[in-house]
T-cell receptor, first 115, second 110 residues
Framework: DGGITQSPKYLFRKEGQNVTLSCEQN?????MYWYRQDPGQGLRLIYY???????QKGDIAEGYSVSREKKESFPLTVTSAQKNPTAFYLC??????????????FGPGTRLTVL | GESVGLHLPTLSVQEGDNSIINCAYS??????FIWYKQESGKGPQFIID?????DKRQGQRVTVLLNKTVKHLSLQIAATQPGDSAVYFC?????????FGSGTRLLVRP
């Protein structure tokens, strides 16, 4: 079964703790993305990676970090510097380095709640 | 900056009627547009896409119209069904990224 998996589906953390969200894809896609979604809002880009060992900041990168050591994996760390981390986090991937004109395939999302 | 926006946050339609969801974009250089459907608590799912060299594309029960002159995009759903209830997002490409609109919630009345 090809696709994108995100784990866990629900995550609870105490304020001040770093937390890492997992994203794995077996689609052999070059590009991967992390988005944040708040209630009633659209998707905002946090980070993206067009190729292994390279990534770029999106529109709201502050308080987040990523790595892309393997093609199939793009974990996102929500650090304690992120002022309002409670949100729904979506991972996506696309083929061909995300060149213009590429559909993005989304995972099921992780809902992070910081208490 | 670049933006993609939807005209109505909520659209309510009678089951069996046609639905039209509208979207406007600001980037004249956008070459590719895509519509996603998102059900509650799930990731967005691809519905249909269109490239800037086309003005209409049809899928199964869905049609996307692109008017580059006024930078407007619409999604038409024929014979709307209860399973079509969801939030619909349009997105346009911009430098290796997609810019998403804020979404329209489609409610289907029985």
């Amino acid at each position: 079964d090809g696709g994108i998996t995100q784990s866990p589906k629900y995550l609870f953390r105490k304020e001040g703790q770093n937390v890492t969200l997992s994203c794995e894809q077996n689609l052999n896609h070059d590009a991967m993305y992390w988005y944040r979604q708040d209630p009633g809002q659209g998707l905002r880009l946090i980070y993206y990676s067009q190729i292994v060992n390279d990534f770029q900041k999106g529109d709201i990168a502050e308080g987040y970090s990523v790595s892309r050591e393997k093609k199939e994996s793009f974990p996102l760390t929500v650090t304690s510097a992120q002022k309002n981390p409670t949100a729904f986090y979506l991972c996506a991937s696309s083929p061909d380095r995300g060149l213009a004109g590429d559909e993005q395939f989304f995972g099921p999302g992780t809902r992070l709640t910081v208490l | 900056g670049e933006s993609v926006g939807l005209h109505l946050p909520t659209l309510s339609v009678q089951e069996g009627d046609n639905s039209i969801i509208n979207c406007a974009y600001s980037n004249s250089a956008s070459d590719y547009f895509i519509w996603y459907k998102q059900e509650s608590g799930k990731g967005p799912q691809f519905i249909i896409d269109i490239r800037s060299n086309m003005d209409k594309r049809q899928g199964q029960r869905v049609t996307v119209l692109l008017n580059k002159t006024v930078k407007h995009l619409s999604l038409q759903i024929a014979a709307t069904q209860p399973g079509d209830s969801a939030v619909y997002f349009c997105a346009g490409d911009s430098s290796y990224k997609l810019i998403f609109g804020s979404g329209t919630r489609l409610l289907v009345r029985p």
